[in-house]
């Protein structure tokens, strides 16, 4: 069982929806969650963190814990076509941070 | 702009050959983590460094090693080549080890 799985997608949503990305980890001792973009060709860009179980929301972007059922989420509001990338979840580890092989959004205009 | 920082941008080196990558972290941080990011993959974790002691290691050989400096500045080092190697190699940093890691630009390393 791989630590962080997301669905590779692609996902494909019209412009101004909300686009919904899921992840789930196996490791129930991680503290720390991170949802990163990342655009073809370039590194990741840190997007949400979030440590505790509930909703953080940044702008358009929510991230979403749920510990229990150890499930991290990222919704995105009034989805823009700049907004296509690849999404990448990261949970931390043992002084490790394991990543998903990310999920690729497109938003159709 | 994050602040950290690689070089070279890109590489391209001969199997068997060694090759040292260089990051710069970004200001106030003490904590640098190296990965490896194949094509279409997630970044894969080689290994941390904190305050110039690695501080963590993921499944990668020995061939594999780094280095922290004073200022918090990194290397890593990659023996013997392989084909394999072919990657983006990412380093990031962060304030303390469980705290958000910010990525620098990356090197493109390709192995022939």
């Known amino acids: 069982q791989k630590e962080v799985e997301q669905n590779s997608g692609p996902l494909s949503v019209p412009e101004g929806a909300i686009a919904s990305l899921n992840c789930t980890y196996s490791?129930?001792?991680?503290?720390?969650f991170f949802w990163y973009r990342q655009y073809s060709g370039k590194s990741p860009e840190l997007i949400m963190f979030?440590?505790?179980?509930g909703d953080k929301e940044d702008g358009r972007f929510t991230a979403q814990l749920n510990k229990a059922s150890q499930y991290v989420s990222l919704l995105i509001r009034d989805s823009q076509p700049s907004d296509s990338a690849t999404y990448l979840c990261a949970v931390t580890g043992a002084n490790n941070l394991f990543f998903g092989t990310g999920t690729r959004l497109t938003v159709i205009p | 702009e994050t602040g950290v920082t690689q070089s070279p941008t890109h590489l391209i080196k001969t199997r068997g050959q060694q090759v040292t990558l260089r990051c710069s972290s970004q200001?106030?941080?003490?904590?640098v983590s190296w990965y490896q990011q194949a094509l279409g993959q997630g970044p894969q974790f080689i290994f941390q460094?904190?305050?110039?002691?690695?501080?963590g290691r993921g499944n990668f050989p020995p061939r594999f090693s780094g280095l922290q400096f004073p200022n918090y500045s990194s290397e890593l080092n990659v023996n013997a080549l392989e084909l394999d190697d072919s990657a983006l190699y990412l380093c990031?940093?962060?304030?303390?080890?469980?705290?958000?890691?910010?990525f620098g630009p990356g090197t493109r390393l390709t192995v022939t």
């Open positions: 460094y904190y305050r110039e002691e690695e501080n």
């Open positions: 490791d129930r001792g991680s503290q720390s």
């Open positions: 200001s106030g941080h003490n904590t």
């Open positions: 990031a940093s962060s304030l303390l080890v469980e705290k958000e890691q910010y």
């Open positions: 979030i440590y505790s179980n």
